[in-house]
């Protein structure tokens, strides 16, 4: 199966600063089609995940645009760009190139 | 809007089997795939397959081959998974989400299901 590594596994911001979360994939997402299927999910805090980004750099309709990802084969990142209060909870980063699905483990974003 | 109303918490014993649903509305049920995630407490997520309502095909991750069954019934617009022979490992909080695509854009709220004696 592929593992994603996501780090830092936690990270503590102030509102207004910017973070980056880094997801390794332990094999190239790149699919055969072209397309890259790396996506990135936000689970706040009793809640259900919900998409923030798809296919590596696409924003999710209604995610506002602080929220960025970029990458390529292995090696994806999602960066916070002036972070606000409701941003807290954990990150996790998602594949489905190769079967199974897999996810990462998670990055939990705490405000200081 | 669309929803994903999932059935409530259940308690069950070890070596039983349990059915949890999850009813969709304000979409085209037969049109989405639908997937099925587990999250164990504290842990991450983990995929354990999705059907599709239209023609009731189904993909397993094939670690849940043989303990998780995924049906669709079209008439109520209602996904089940029936977990069974249970044991404390399945005891975990279970999604639906509806997938365009891998995209889940709408998640159920989630079931727990506890295993205990």
């Known amino acids: 199966d592929v593992v994603l590594t996501q780090t830092p596994p936690t990270l503590s911001a102030t509102i207004g600063q910017s973070v980056s979360i880094s997801c390794r994939s332990s094999?190239?997402?790149?699919?055969?089609?072209?397309?890259?299927?790396l996506n990135w999910l936000l689970q706040r805090p009793g809640q259900s995940p919900q998409l923030l980004i798809y296919?590596?750099?696409n924003l999710e309709s209604g995610v506002p645009n602080r929220f960025s990802g970029n990458g390529s084969e292995t090696d994806f990142t999602l960066k916070i760009s002036g972070v606000e209060a409701e941003d807290l909870g954990v990150y996790y980063c998602?594949?489905?190139?190769?079967?199974?699905?897999?996810f990462g483990s998670g990055t939990k974003l705490e405000i200081k | 809007q669309v929803q994903l109303q999932q059935s409530g918490a259940e308690l069950v014993k070890p070596g039983s089997s349990v059915k949890i649903s999850c009813k969709a509305s304000?979409?085209?049920?037969?049109?989405?795939?639908m997937y099925w995630i587990k999250q164990q407490p504290g842990n991450g997520l983990e995929w354990i397959g999705w059907?599709?309502?239209?023609?009731?095909?189904?993909k397993y991750n094939q670690k849940f081959n043989g303990k998780a069954t995924l049906t669709a019934d079209k008439s109520s617009s209602t996904a089940y998974m029936q977990l069974s022979s249970l044991t404390s490992e399945d005891s975990a909080v279970y999604f639906c989400?509806?997938?365009?695509?891998?995209?889940?854009?709408?998640w159920g709220q989630g079931v727990m299901v506890t295993v205990s004696s």
């Open positions: 989400a509806r997938a365009m695509g891998i995209n889940f854009d709408y």
């Open positions: 304000g979409y085209t049920f037969t049109s989405y795939d």
């Open positions: 059907i599709y309502p239209g023609n009731g095909n189904t």
């Open positions: 094999q190239s997402l790149l699919d055969s089609d072209g397309d890259t299927y």
């Open positions: 296919s590596v750099s």
């Open positions: 998602m594949q489905a190139t190769h079967a199974p699905l897999t």
